[in-house]
């Protein structure tokens, strides 16, 4: 099972390289990109010029956004269709985007022009309905600046991760990473400033937690329509240039490639998932899943809270009776090069089908 399972895994590979329509937006929409495709000039020109895009642009409330024109923002935009439904991203900012696509999030001393400096994109995204009408589903900025009264400053990424789940259910992760900084405001008069991002492991922290929500297809699909399921977890693991690359939503997206990968000093997890349902069971694909080398290089899961053991050397779904959704990893097997701990895959059973997809048993 496991050779079956590494083969169809390098051809996903070959596929998703042949086939990805975006991949200057990998760094920043890593669980989206092989999905999206970008309009053509015309049609991104036709498209800004619909009412429902200029109404979304200008509600942004953001004060770089608002001192301009909509011919002097920057945009694009992509189309994705998900179970029979067409998607369109809408990605705007003040700043070129290639400035967002390729920027590197690391402890480092700029000047203090590019320290200050507005660089946030914010993707709006729509749903085209049966009239061919666009109504929008939400508004998501991504390297959003903040700042604390005290010195601690820092960056949150948002992004939204449209799930098919079956043949009638779609589902939205919308996900959030945060990052937080200290900056040596001393410096300005020599316009350099420094930037030491917070650590742990002599890893950059990164917060992070996403927020489930799913809809039948016939059903009307907004961003007030139906609560979400707020998914909270240990710290995970920040890369400089995709900062959403190993968080949370990596262990609901159906995509055993990709993996959650904690952050913590005891490299110990928790993910607490709040469904208000006692479940059957809960299916789990443990490690770092996209090939055995990057499986057996970082840690795995052993334990789950004293009354589980998962097998190892195993990188396909294994099966646990349980009643409860919040889980916490209390041991783990130990990785040959790295101290990082991963988990691929979690979906819980429940009134007869998987909550977050379905999948082969």
């Not at 895994?9 to 937006?25: D, K, N």
């Not at 799930?163 to 009638?168: A, D, E």
């Amino acid at each position: 099972m496991e050779k079956t399972l590494s083969l169809i895994t390098i051809l996903l590979c070959i596929m998703q390289a042949a086939f990805s329509q975006a991949p200057e937006l990998k760094n920043i929409m890593p669980n989206s990109y092989q999905k999206l495709t970008r309009l053509s000039e015309a049609e991104e020109r036709a498209f800004m010029e619909r009412e429902a895009a200029i109404k979304a642009v200008s509600a942004i409330d953001n004060y770089h956004i608002r001192q301009k024109p909509l011919s002097e923002l920057h945009y694009q935009v992509f189309a994705e269709t998900d179970c029979g439904l067409q998607f369109y991203r809408l990605l705007v900012s003040e700043s070129p985007l290639e400035a967002a696509y390729t920027a590197e999030y690391k402890s480092k001393t700029i000047t203090a022009d590019e320290n200050l400096s507005e660089n946030t994109v914010f993707q709006i995204v729509f749903i085209k309905t049966k009239t061919n009408a666009l109504q929008k589903i939400g508004l998501f900025p991504y390297a959003d600046k903040w700042a604390t009264q005290g010195k601690t400053e820092g960056v949150t990424f948002n992004d939204l991760m449209i799930k098919t789940l079956n043949k009638s259910e779609i589902g939205f992760f919308v996900t959030e990473v945060s990052v937080g900084f200290v900056v040596d405001r001393s410096k300005l008069d020599e316009n350099k400033v420094k930037i030491d991002y917070y650590t742990c492991k002599n890893q950059i922290a990164a917060y992070n937690r996403t927020w489930f929500s799913k809809y039948h297809i016939d059903e009307s699909i907004t961003d007030a329509s139906k609560d979400s399921i707020d998914i909270q977890a240990s710290d995970c693991l920040f890369d400089a240039k995709c900062p959403l690359k190993y968080s949370i939503q990596n262990a609901f997206d159906g995509n055993p490639e990709t993996s959650y990968v904690e952050n913590t000093e005891d490299d110990l997890m928790k993910v607490d998932v709040w469904l208000g349902q006692v479940v059957d069971k809960m299916g789990i694909i443990n490690g770092y899943a996209q090939s055995n080398e990057l499986y057996n290089a970082n840690n795995r899961i052993k334990q789950i809270e004293n009354y589980f053991e998962l097998e190892d050397n195993k990188l396909s779904y294994q099966f646990i009776s349980c009643r409860g959704t919040n889980i916490s990893f209390t041991s783990f097997y130990k990785g040959n090069k790295y101290n990082d701990t991963c988990i691929a895959e979690i979906n819980y059973f429940f009134d007869k089908k998987w909550f977050f997809g379905d999948i082969d048993e």
